[in-house]
């Protein structure tokens, strides 16, 4: 996540969720970072079967 995030509900860092639009900001962050790695875990466990399979 970017820690330099100014709201512009509070004027505050965002990483420190001051009011609601910050935490809710920080959430909606953190949830799109988890995504590309689970894309990640889930291509390589297909790469990995058809890598087994092509044996």
């Known amino acids: 996540?970017?820690?330099d995030l100014i709201c512009a509900?509070?004027?505050g860092l965002v990483e420190l969720g001051r009011c609601v639009v910050c935490?809710?900001?920080r959430e909606r962050?953190?949830?799109?970072r988890r995504l590309p790695a689970a894309w990640l875990l889930a291509a390589g466990?297909?790469?990995g079967v058809l890598s087994l399979?092509?044996?």
């Open 29 to 32: 962050l953190r949830a799109d």
């Open 9 to 11: 509900n509070c004027s």
């Open 53 to 55: 399979l092509a044996r």
């Open 23 to 25: 935490r809710d900001s």
């Open 1 to 3: 996540m970017s820690y």
């Open 45 to 47: 466990a297909v790469l």
